[in-house]
Each structure stands twice: as structure tokens, then as C-alpha cells.
């Protein structure tokens, strides 16, 4: 048996494993289920060596261990699949398994039948690749696979022959972590299942012997989203009927093919006066769709704004269409940080009077405009002469706000935009959104956090695997419905 | 004209002003940190250090004609280095500035024996122009395969680099070949068709011509919406892009300017020192332009302090083989530990920036 013994693991301020004890059993398939930020992969990293607990200790047998690198935990037979595969992409499947210390001529059980160990890594699929991941982390000849979200990357087919495999592996007796976010598929393979919840165990359940039933299912999901809130909702807009105007409308919105297709005809419509959100666990398309419905990734299908067809056109049309676009990515492509705040608010108006004067940039104009808005949105510290990276989260996502906002859009595209934030900022993020549909303009926010877009939403749909349901009123829906739509689709 | 500060920031406040202190602090560091280091292998090859310094600062520095020299090797530096820099600027790593040199040169002598009868400004002006175009198509290839296709340049510039020694080469050896001469060159420019000295010194036209080049760069990148958007493609192309920005087109404008200075520096070399385009001629301008776009620590201004120092040691090498009997590599030793050092500190700073980013 491994236990993990009340391990504590903290990055800065956050706690991502707070006292979290969990036993793995010989022979079991374990799902840790949770949301993102839940604390899996911490533990997980913990358990294989790669992080150091600040508190807890672990145990094999009942023999406490300590390990100071991967090395230790496959020593202890705990061998360990990552999301992202450590592959050499150039290898043959034969030679990478070489590397790994494979001795045999014969490929291992599980590839054998599969392929001949003559392909190129980078040939491969990606279940392919990842059957290769497995088949070297069984080299070691591990009592415990731990596999952090094997399924992200699958196709649903290749999630059934991952499933079929693991079951083959639990059959020989090694114990199987499988970590999920998705409720669905750590039902289909596990003999026990722990729910985390802010770095904590929040419930475990055993499997009965006439299988899981939607009770514990129902469970379950409570345990993944904690408990209602008591409400902290704001004044919506008051139900209108009738004829609305429509902002911004997808119909039948997908990825180009090729790649990953992400998103999956997605047809919606945001009205003037309305916030509406898509609410979502992490990973289901977000970006994609916020990029495609902000005009900066093309797609099939067709994107009108004002009624007027946008489809195919390049950002910049979207930009003076009135679409406003607030990435989730704030330091990798929402700030420059190494350029100052002011230089930061002024960008996408460059080429605006005042900041423009024939091709020359008013510095001064750009001065006054940046202590404006820091002084407007609180920014901190106040000075908009310091590099964007100096600035915390929150202040650089009150400054992509500002930059935004200083473009009035009719439009709001907003991914994640109260995401890590504390309330007060959070409360200026959605303040500010309202401010534009009480405008008349509308905003569109894709949420992880479905209490929040609850509490401040006049519509929401939900986001899973690509696909969008119907984006329905907020008070004429269910919680529940939702969380487990949000799961398990619908 | 040249103005200070970066397009970091609108250049007033404490903490920029910091950034560039110690910027300029780290850049003399490399210079001293280099100095010390050509002691060192000046004591090992049995010269004294002292007396080698000595020497060679009394030759260069101390004298008219050694401060007049230097002027007139800065000359192309200046004009390299601010190739180096524009392409820079948008992330674009220009190896290629010897090829386009070449090309420029090349294009700069075969317009001026065309315009011998036009008249001095016409025949400079022509060949300047020559110089550009040729430069900037050179660079074009290379832009287009990173702009469209993202193709390293890196690769693409150092193969474009030989193939414009070759095909200069064989131009002037064979249909450009001036037949009343033995030697492979293009026909000699008259010197009283040459850029004029300034005063009664070596110097030349072409400084000026530089100076100019690089105040109209300053301004350009630090004053203007152009400026800035090529600022925004260089330090973050992903936010460049969200914010509307062409980041592709701008990487191949500022790849073809690069190439096109290039090709002036060439023809500022057949126009004044040279007066021909001889065959082989190999201008290594490439690397020391290199050391002196991060010693000037990716600032106009700089450029203009560190093509003097880099032109301190292109004259160094011709004189201290005779004064004191040091080797010429001796000086190429100095500007590869110059490159050297310049990087350590870079990935000092960005190791200490990672430190900081650590904590998720």
C-alpha cells in the first residue's frame, strides 16, 4: 500500500495541498477527481518525487519514505505517465524504449500487435505516443501507474482503448491513478474514487458491488463543486421580451480542421443590455472559441456582429465593429512586460488622434491619457511608468481592462477575466462588464467558476468539449443541472 | 537628434532610468572585464601589459591620425550596427550583414562607373540608392522565408552570406571584370569622384552620412507609432498580434531596412576607402556589428560610443603588430570575449528575472 500522510505543499500564497492524506491500494484504479487547481497534480508530483512536500511524509508498505527525485519513487515501483509525453520525437519506437532501458528484442505486450517498433515517434498518434508513454513507465516494472489526465488529449475512441488497457494493467496486480476532471470517465474505471477540493480530500467513495449509482454520482459532484453559496447576486437586467437587438451571433461556429478542432458548431447569440456566460471546466475550447468569436482565429461557420457578417474578416474589422477581446492569457499575450504601463494602455489606439500626430507618437498625450486611467481603475502602484511585469495580477488585468474599456466596445469577449483575482477586483471586472451593457452594449465571459457567472450573469450556457448548449436565463436554471452538464454534457 | 531612453518606456521616471544605468554599468563591465582579460593573454605571450596599453592607446587615441582612423572604421560599424539593430528590434537575428554588405558594394561601384559623368552628388546619391535596393532584395529572401514561412534566418542569412561572396566574385571575375586591369575588380572611382574628407583629416562624408542614418533610426524607433509597433513585434509578437499589429509584415519591413543599411555601409566603402569592388573581398562587418549592438545594449545612442570602441580595435590590430610587436588575432581574441561577456550578463539578468517569475 502507498499513503500520502497529511501533505502540505504551498506555492507562495496558495495552499495547493492542505493536510491531504489518501491511501493507494495494490491492485485498485484510484480516480482523483477534482477541478482544475484542485491540488491533483501537486499531490501527484509529490508522490512521484518530482516536488518536495513542505509538510507529511509518505509511506510504502507502511515504511516511511523520502524522495529527493523521480529516481527515488521508481526505485519504490511508482512509475508515473505526465499529461505532456517525454518522448524524443526523432526515435524509432524501438529506440526510445532502448533509452528507457528496455533489453528485449520483442516490443513490450502491449505495444506488440500495434506497431512493428520501427516508427518514428512523431509519426504517431497521440494515443499512439501516448500507448509508448505507458508501455516505458512499465519498463521499471512499477506496483503503481500514476497518470496525470490521460484522456485530455484523446479522442473518444482512443479513451476507450486507454481504459481497456489500464483495466489489462490493474489486472496484473499494479495499482492505477487516474486523474480526471471529467465525472464520466472516472466512473467507468474506478474501484474507488477521491474527491479533492481545495487541496483537500472533499469525499471518497467506494465502489458498490452493483456498480456506481447516480446517488453517489450526485454526491460526488456536490463534493467536486462544494456547496451554494448564500447568494451575493447583483440587480440584473429585467427579463425583456420580444425583439432584442442581437450584438454579436455565431451559427454553427467550428475550428478549420486540421490540429486540434477545438470548437464545435457553436451557435449563439449575445443581446444588447445582457451579460452572458459560458461556463466551463478548464480545457473544453475556451480560448479558441473567445479567439474565433473575437475575430482572431478564422473559422468555419458564420460570425455576425450588428448583423453585419464578419466571418473571414481579419481582427482589426472585428476591432472596428466594436468587438472587445480580454484575454485569459494576461502575461503571455495580453501585456508587453517589459514595457511600461502607459505604453501597455495605449496599445490598439496607437494610431488614434490624440496619440498619433502624422506618424509621430504624442508621448505627452499618452502620458496624461495612462495617469487618467490609472487613477480611473485603481491601478497600483500608481505609476504608469513602470514595466508591466512589475505589476500583480490583478493590476495587470485592471490595465488590459482599462485598454479595453478605453475602446468602448459593444462587444466584450472576456475569457477568464476574473480568474485569480481577489473579490475587490473581481467586483471591478464584472462592474466594469456591467457598465457596458448598461451602455447597451453586451459581453460574452467564458467562466470556470460557475457560482460567480451565477451570481452575475443574466444568461449562461455551458462549454464542454467544444460544444455550447443553449444559452438559457439565469434564474430558470438549475445548479446542479449545470454543474453536471458541465461534466457530463448534456 | 539621437534621443536617449528606450521605447521601454516614455523615458522619465526612476526605475527605467535604473534599467538603463545598470545597462550601461554592465557594458562598461564587459569592456573592462575584456581589457583585463587581453592583459592577462598579453602577459602569458610574454608582452607586457602595461607597456602594450600604453602603446597602443598612445597610437590611437593620442595621436590625430589614430583618432581620424577610428572615425573612419566607425564609419561602417555605425552603419552595421544600426542594421543589426532595426532587424533586432522585431526579434530578427541578421547574420547575413556581410552578404548584403558585399551585394550593396558591389551594386554601389557598378552604378558609380555608370554615373561617372553625371556630376559627384548624382553619381553618390545613385550609388547609395544601388546600395540600398541591392542590400534590402538580399535580405528580402530571407525575410519572406522567416515572415511567411518562419524559417530561422539565422541559417538563411549565413548561407546567404557565402552565396553573395561567390556570386560577387564570379560577377567581377568574369562579365564586371574591368579588362584593362589584371587584378578581378570593378573599374577604380576616380578619387575626386570619391566622398569628400572632411577638413584636412581622413575622415569622411560618410561619416556624416552615418551619424544621419542613425539620428533618422533613433527618431524613427523612439518617436514614432512605426517605432513602437516595431517595439511591441519585438519584445512580445503575441501581444503585438493582439493588439492588432501586422507582426509579419513588420518583421519583413524591418529585415529588409536591415539589409538595405547593410548595403550602404557597403557602398560607403567603395565611395570612400576603396574606390573598387575587388573580388574575395570579405568585409567582416557581420560580427563586430554584433558586439556592438549589445554593447550599445540594443539602444540607438549606444550604437554611436561602441563603433568608436570597436573601431579602436579594428585600428588596434593594424598598428600594434608593428609597435609592440601583438598579433592582429590578438584584437579579434578581444571582440569574441566582448561578445562573450555581453551575453554571461544577459543570462545573468534573465536568470535573476526567472528567480523573480519562479512562484506560479
Known amino acids: ?490 | 537628434m539621437v534621443a536617449v531612453g528606450s521605447m521601454t518606456g516614455l523615458g522619465r521616471r526612476v526605475p527605467i532610468a535604473r534599467r538603463g544605468i545598470s545597462g550601461l554599468l554592465e557594458s562598461l563591465l564587459a569592456v573592462a572585464g575584456v581589457l583585463v582579460l587581453g592583459a592577462v593573454l598579453l602577459a602569458i605571450t610574454g608582452h607586457d601589459p602595461v607597456v602594450a596599453y600604453r602603446e597602443l592607446v598612445s597610437r590611437t587615441l593620442l595621436r590625430p591620425t589614430g583618432v581620424q582612423e577610428i572615425l573612419v572604421r566607425a564609419t561602417p560599424l555605425l552603419l552595421a550596427g544600426c542594421a543589426v539593430l532595426v532587424a533586432a528590434k522585431v526579434g530578427v537575428w541578421n547574420i547575413g550583414i556581410d552578404g548584403q554588405v558585399l551585394v550593396g558594394a558591389l551594386a554601389g561601384a557598378i552604378t558609380a562607373d555608370a554615373l561617372t559623368g553625371a556630376g559627384r552628388p548624382w553619381l553618390w546619391l545613385g550609388a547609395a540608392l544601388a546600395g540600398l535596393v541591392a542590400g534590402g532584395v538580399w535580405g528580402l529572401v530571407p525575410a519572406l522565408l522567416r515572415a511567411r514561412l518562419g524559417i530561422n534566418e539565422i541559417v538563411t542569412t549565413i548561407m546567404f552570406n557565402y552565396m553573395a561572396m561567390s556570386l560577387t566574385a564570379w560577377l567581377v571575375k568574369g562579365p564586371l571584370r574591368d579588362p584593362s586591369l589584371v587584378v578581378p575588380q570593378t573599374t577604380v572611382i576616380d578619387r575626386a569622384l570619391r566622398l569628400p574628407t572632411l577638413g584636412d583629416t581622413r575622415v569622411h562624408l560618410g561619416l556624416v552620412v552615418a551619424l544621419l542614418v542613425t539620428g533618422v533610426l533613433g527618431w524613427v524607433l523612439q518617436r514614432t507609432v512605426i517605432g513602437y509597433e516595431l517595439a511591441v513585434t519585438g519584445a512580445n509578437p503575441r501581444a503585438a498580434r493582439h493588439g492588432l499589429i501586422p507582426v509579419a509584415t513588420y518583421v519583413l519591413v524591418a529585415f529588409v531596412a536591415s539589409g538595405a543599411i547593410a548595403g550602404l555601409a557597403g557602398v560607403n566603402d567603395v565611395l570612400s576607402t576603396k574606390g573598387v569592388f575587388q573580388a574575395e573581398w570579405n568585409p567582416s562587418y557581420g560580427l563586430p556589428a554584433f558586439a556592438l549592438v549589445f554593447l550599445a545594449r540594443r539602444q540607438v545612442a549606444g550604437l554611436v560610443p561602441a563603433a568608436l570602441f570597436l573601431g579602436l580595435l579594428s585600428y588596434g590590430a593594424d598598428v600594434m603588430p608593428r609597435a609592440a610587436g601583438v598579433a592582429p588575432a590578438f584584437f579579434e581574441v578581444l571582440e569574441g570575449a566582448l561578445l562573450v561577456a555581453l551575453a554571461l550578463g544577459a543570462w545573468a539578468r534573465s536568470r535573476r528575472g526567472q528567480l523573480r517569475e519562479d512562484a506560479p
Request: some cysteine; charged content about 25%; proline content about 6%.
Open chain 1, 1 to 490: 500500500m502507498l499513503q500520502a500522510h497529511e501533505i502540505t505543499k504551498r506555492y507562495g500564497a496558495v495552499v495547493a495541498n492542505d493536510r491531504l492524506s489518501i491511501d493507494i491500494r495494490p491492485g485498485e484504479v484510484l480516480g482523483l477527481l477534482g477541478e482544475n487547481g484542485a491540488g491533483k497534480s501537486t499531490l501527484l508530483s509529490v508522490i512521484s518525487g518530482m516536488v518536495a512536500p513542505d509538510a507529511g511524509e509518505l509511506a510504502v508498505d507502511g515504511e516511511p519514505v523520502r524522495f529527493h527525485g523521480p529516481d527515488d519513487a521508481i526505485r519504490h515501483r511508482i512509475g508515473m505517465v505526465y499529461q505532456h509525453f517525454s518522448l524524443v520525437p526523432t526515435f524509432t519506437v524501438r529506440e526510445q524504449l532502448r533509452l528507457a532501458g528496455w533489453r528485449a528484442r520483442e516490443l513490450p505486450g502491449l505495444l506488440r500487435g500495434e506497431m512493428s517498433g520501427d516508427e518514428r515517434i512523431e509519426t504517431l498518434s497521440l494515443g499512439e505516443q501516448q500507448r509508448v508513454e505507458i508501455a516505458k513507465a512499465l519498463i521499471a516494472n512499477p506496483r503503481y501507474l500514476l497518470l496525470d489526465e490521460p484522456t485530455s488529449i484523446l479522442a473518444p475512441t482512443e479513451v476507450a482503448r486507454l481504459f481497456d488497457l489500464l483495466a489489462e494493467i490493474r489486472g496484473q496486480g499494479v495499482a492505477v491513478v487516474l486523474v480526471t476532471h471529467k465525472l464520466r470517465e472516472a466512473i467507468a474505471l474506478s474501484d474507488r474514487i477521491v474527491v479533492l477540493r481545495r487541496g483537500a480530500v472533499a469525499d471518497t467513495a467506494e465502489r458498490p458491488a452493483s456498480g456506481w449509482t447516480p446517488t453517489i454520482e450526485a454526491d460526488l459532484l456536490g463534493a467536486m463543486f462544494g456547496e451554494e453559496p448564500s447568494g451575493t447576486s447583483v440587480p440584473r437586467r429585467p427579463e425583456q421580451d420580444g425583439d432584442v437587438g442581437v450584438l454579436l451571433a455565431a451559427r454553427g461556429v467550428s475550428s478549420r480542421p486540421g490540429g486540434h478542432r477545438r470548437v464545435r458548431d457553436v451557435s449563439l447569440d449575445v443581446r444588447a443590455g445582457e451579460i452572458c456566460a459560458i461556463a466551463g471546466i478548464d480545457g473544453q475550447g475556451q480560448r479558441e472559441l473567445a479567439e474565433i468569436l473575437a475575430g482572431y482565429r478564422p473559422a468555419d461557420g458564420q460570425i455576425t456582429v450588428r448583423g453585419r457578417r464578419l466571418t473571414g474578416q481579419p481582427a482589426p474589422a472585428f476591432t472596428r465593429a466594436g468587438v472587445g477581446y480580454l484575454t485569459d492569457d494576461r502575461r503571455g499575450e495580453g501585456g508587453v512586460g517589459a514595457m511600461s504601463v502607459a505604453l501597455n494602455l495605449v496599445l490598439k489606439r496607437q494610431r488614434r488622434a490624440p496619440f498619433s500626430r502624422r506618424g509621430v507618437l504624442d508621448r505627452q498625450a499618452v502620458r496624461q491619457d495612462a495617469a487618467r486611467q490609472v487613477d480611473a481603475w485603481g491601478i497600483s502602484p500608481p505609476d504608469s511608468e513602470l514595466p508591466m511585469d512589475a505589476l500583480s495580477g490583478g493590476n495587470m488585468q485592471k490595465t488590459l481592462l482599462a485598454r479595453e474599456m478605453a475602446l468602448a466596445p459593444t462587444v466584450l469577449v472576456a475569457n477568464k477575466p476574473t480568474h485569480g483575482l481577489d473579490a475587490r477586483t473581481q467586483d471591478l471586472v464584472w462592474r466594469a462588464m456591467r457598465d457596458i451593457t448598461e451602455r447597451g452594449g453586451g459581453v460574452l465571459v467564458l467562466a470556470t467558476d460557475l457560482d460567480e457567472a451565477l451570481a452575475r450573469a443574466d444568461r449562461i450556457a455551458v462549454i464542454l468539449d467544444g460544444r455550447v448548449s443553449p444559452l438559457a436565463p439565469v434564474p430558470s436554471t438549475d445548479r446542479m443541472t449545470l454543474a453536471r452538464m458541465m461534466v457530463a454534457g448534456w
